[in-house]
């Protein structure tokens, strides 16, 4: 039984913006569950995190099959957590799964075969106790399997109602641009790719993000903060309650040289003299392309999410200061 009332405002607090040429409205803010919502991580801060989201308007939440640890535990958690605090809400929420990266063991647990992916798809309905995601992403390009196979098997996703919208993530331009276009003879539209882009990694700017304006597609970029690096967090030192302190193998802590912290405490003095954090420079600086329909963060607590949404109560960034951050990106 939930207690929980959303704030009846909430749609007033965040913008929205048009998944590319799609129907789909999205909250230019959007929460993923890569980390902090496994099974090893307390429940009370997962629906914290949930409940503040959706107060503050973000309705979508973005999940994999692999999320965890251990993998699975993510989409049961949201699982239960929807059901006991947002089962009135489901047609508010756009709730994403992927598949392709390593599930289960043999040759059908990752990838991008048919197997797998609608396997996995029937894993992930299960774990979150839903009829369809809204969105099924392929998470990976299978080199070895025929991108008609990935494609179709999306496709049938879509057709066989367990899934609203087909989606790619880490496909580059060329593969980006052949797959949307199996997609559409398939009559089942690209709705949205997912790259890594942050100040730190610029290669979607090249080829990815033109392709996809022109393909009609939304863009949702995944760990725009470099997973915390372009935060306070690691200004003065590694907190032992940060994703690098606590050692992950993601993002590692001999990786937070001087050099870096030298550049994170100039690109802060920027965010400073603005009125924002540096979380929040990340973020604005990441919607300054028009491509870009939502900003896919992580948090580890509700006053992260709180200071990222305070972005939205500040100006755009200007082309003088998007240039000065650009002098100290070189
Ligand atoms: N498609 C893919 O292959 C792929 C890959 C990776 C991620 N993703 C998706 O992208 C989502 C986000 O990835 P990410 O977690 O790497 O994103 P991120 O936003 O770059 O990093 C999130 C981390 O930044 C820190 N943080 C967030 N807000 C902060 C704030 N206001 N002030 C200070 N620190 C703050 C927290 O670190 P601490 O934990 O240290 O507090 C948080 O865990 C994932 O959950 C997942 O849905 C997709």
């Not at 940060?242 to 802060?268: C, H, M, P, W, Y």
């Not at 992260?304 to 100290?328: N, P, R, V, W």
Request: net charge neutral.
């Amino acid at each position: 039984m939930t207690t929980y009332v959303p704030r009846p405002d909430r749609y007033s607090a965040i913008p929205y913006a048009r998944c590319g040429r799609s129907g789909l409205m999205l909250p230019r803010l959007a929460l993923g569950l890569w980390h902090n919502f496994g099974g090893v991580d307390p429940l009370e801060n997962q629906r914290a995190m949930l409940r503040r989201s959706f107060d503050l308007g973000i309705t979508h939440f973005d999940l994999a099959n692999n999320y965890g640890p251990p993998p699975g535990s993510a989409e049961i958690n949201f699982g239960r957590l929807l059901r006991e605090d947002f089962s009135a809400h489901r047609d508010e929420l756009i709730i994403s799964s992927k598949a392709g990266y390593r599930m289960w063991d043999g040759p059908y647990g990752e990838w991008g075969s048919r197997k797998n992916l609608l396997a996995s798809l029937d894993q992930s309905l299960k774990r979150m106790g839903l009829d369809y995601v809204d969105i099924f992403y392929h998470h990976r390009p299978d080199p070895a399997t025929p991108l008609e196979e990935s494609m179709g098997a999306l496709a049938h996703a879509v057709r066989s109602g367990k899934a609203l919208y087909a989606g790619l993530s880490n496909y580059n331009a060329e593969q980006t641009r052949r797959a949307a276009a199996i997609l559409k003879d398939l009559g089942v539209p690209l709705l949205i790719h997912q790259p890594k882009y942050s100040m730190f990694v610029r290669e979607p700017e090249g080829a990815l993000l033109p392709a996809l304006t022109e393909l009609g597609a939304g863009c949702i970029p995944f760990s725009p903060l470099a997973q915390g690096l372009l935060t306070d967090r690691y200004l003065a030192g590694i907190p032992a309650d940060s994703r690098a302190g606590k050692g992950s193998i993601f993002l590692k802590a001999e990786g937070i040289t001087s050099q870096l912290v030298d550049q994170l405490r100039a690109l802060n003095a920027i965010a400073s003299a603005r009125g924002n954090t540096l979380a929040q420079l990340a973020v604005l600086w990441i919607l300054r392309r028009p491509e870009v329909t939502t900003v896919l963060i992580g948090a580890s607590r509700v006053a992260q999410i709180d200071d990222l949404y305070g972005a939205f109560a500040t100006s755009a960034l200007s082309a003088d200061e998007i240039a000065k951050i650009e002098l100290i990106l070189k």
